[in-house]
């Protein structure tokens, strides 16, 4: 049975820093595609980091800079270092896992407010 399990969401001050891991259980990991979403309410689900071909990494515009993604095929784990948060950054963030199939986490919220 594969499972994602997303840790480390909280609520946290404009400037602050979280760092989410996300799990992994079920699935040969390092054959997979890592990466980040996250849905903020009212809003359509957004890709905000990901691992590219190569070991190279992307990020959508709005992050770029201020997150990084990075995995251990050890600890079969993905995390998200956030840093400089803002309120806009305020949602559910998921991971996922793909190979062919996508697989999600159930999500966890981070909640950027003063």
């Known amino acids: 049975q594969v499972q994602l399990v997303e840790s480390g969401g909280g609520l946290v001050q404009p400037g602050g820093s979280l760092r989410l891991s996300c799990a992994a259980s079920?699935?040969?990991?390092?054959?997979?595609?890592m990466g980040w979403y996250r849905q903020a309410p009212g809003k359509q689900r957004e890709l905000v980091a990901t691992f590219t071909s190569g070991a190279g990494r992307d990020y959508s515009d709005s992050v770029k800079g201020r997150f990084t993604i990075n995995r251990d095929n050890a600890k079969n784990t993905v995390w998200l270092q956030m840093n400089s948060l803002k309120p806009e950054d305020t949602a559910v963030y998921y991971c996922?896992?793909?190979?062919?199939?996508?697989?999600w986490g159930q999500g966890t919220q981070v909640t950027v407010s003063s």
């Open positions: 079920g699935i040969a990991f390092s054959m997979f595609a």
């Open positions: 996922y896992a793909q190979r062919g199939v996508r697989y």
